[in-house]
């Protein structure tokens, strides 16, 4: 379980298919307080850490990505030298500052625009459209990771705002119009929407 709250921006270094597909990602996270098995969420998704090293890279770990992590997210489309947005699994007792987001990517969505509003980014995104009935002004989302307030809902397309903050410590300050994006919506709006159904029949 996570809270959004990026802590960390890593980068891909390495790539390699061996069965599934083998990444190694540099961090600036110790990696003697990673335990082996750890979850950590890269950009959105939960994977878990195998090798903690540190040697002439730097810090890194490694995950395993399966084909249907690679065909549900973005991570299919990730190369070496991409940064991502990393956070380690909240522990009893840590402060909750974002929302909880379990690192489970419920689709992919894109960014249709980026805009300037006063010193923070106003961005817009499509979702896909079995995924927009969850997302509602004022409530939770998680996109690439990130804890975000929606701001406007149109349809499939939502805006939400970003502080000068967040563009500095997450990797949404390198963001274009036309990246795609791991969506998971608030677990909350997820259950409310299934109970309605109950209620229905």
């Given at each position: 379980?996570?809270?959004g ?11 390699r ?6 990444l ?8 003697a ?5 750890a ?15 540190q ?7 490694s995950?395993?990505a ?9 991570l ?33 969505g894109?960014?249709t ?14 979702a896909?459209d ?23 809902v149109e ?11 967040s ?28 109970l ?6």
């Amino acid at each position: 379980m996570f809270t959004g709250l990026i802590t960390d921006i890593g980068e891909v270094l390495e790539i390699r298919q061996q069965g599934d597909t083998w990444l190694k990602i540099a961090c600036t996270y110790d990696p003697a307080t990673i335990a082996e098995g750890a979850s950590i969420c890269c950009s959105g998704a939960c994977l878990t850490a195998l090798e903690r090293v540190q040697d002439n890279d730097g810090a890194w770990f490694s995950v395993e990505a399966s084909q249907e992590t690679l065909d549900k997210t973005t991570l299919g489309t990730w190369q070496v030298g991409t940064k991502i947005n990393l956070e380690r699994s909240l522990c009893l007792g840590d402060e909750l500052g974002g929302h909880l987001v379990s690192g489970h990517v419920d689709g992919v969505g894109a960014i249709t625009s980026i805009k300037p509003e006063g010193a923070s980014q106003r961005l817009r995104f499509k979702a896909p459209d079995e995924l927009a009935r969850f997302i509602a002004p004022k409530g939770s989302i998680a996109l690439n990771g990130t804890s975000l307030t929606v701001n406007e809902v149109e349809g499939a397309e939502f805006g939400v705002n970003l502080i000068p903050h967040s563009l500095e410590v997450t990797t949404w300050g390198n963001a274009r119009v036309g990246d795609r994006v791991n969506i998971e919506i608030d677990m909350l709006a997820r259950y409310v929407a299934r109970l309605a159904e109950f209620q229905k029949v």
